[in-house]
């Protein structure tokens, strides 16, 4: 099993910064891809980060420039700088482990989630 914990959430004002964290503990494989989802109220679930193992990164085209994606590997624990931030990127935040394993299954466990609010 892997754990994964969520924090750094809050309210912010428009324009403004949040860093969220990750961090995964547990039983871990080496090869995965970390990812960060959002949530808005009454909307789906939308990707908007992803780092892998060997750090390639990608965004969602409406936070590319303005959010940051990184990962300590010695914490086991990965990172999105929000910047310029905007009343539509309001949500709850979830972190998402998706471990491939050599018997080549793919594995996801999820966070609990953290909120973000940004006011105008």
């Known amino acids: 099993q892997v754990q994964v914990v969520e924090s750094g959430g809050g309210l912010v004002q428009a324009g403004g910064s949040l860093r969220l964290s990750c961090a995964a503990s547990?039983?871990?494989?080496?090869?995965?891809?970390i990812g960060w989802y959002r949530q808005a109220p009454g909307k789906q679930r939308d990707l908007v980060a992803t780092?892998?193992?060997?750090?390639?990164?990608s965004y969602a085209d409406s936070v590319q420039g303005r959010f940051t994606i990184s990962r300590d590997a010695a914490k086991n624990t990965v990172y999105l700088q929000m910047s310029s931030l905007k009343t539509e990127d309001k949500a709850v935040y979830y972190c998402?482990?998706?471990?491939?394993?050599?018997?080549?299954?793919?594995?996801?466990?999820w966070g609990q989630g953290t909120q973000g609010t940004v006011s105008s």
């Open positions: 780092i892998t193992s060997d750090g390639r990164i």
């Open positions: 998402n482990a998706r471990i491939f394993t050599p018997w080549r299954t793919t594995e996801d466990y």
């Open positions: 547990g039983r871990t494989i080496s090869n995965n891809v």
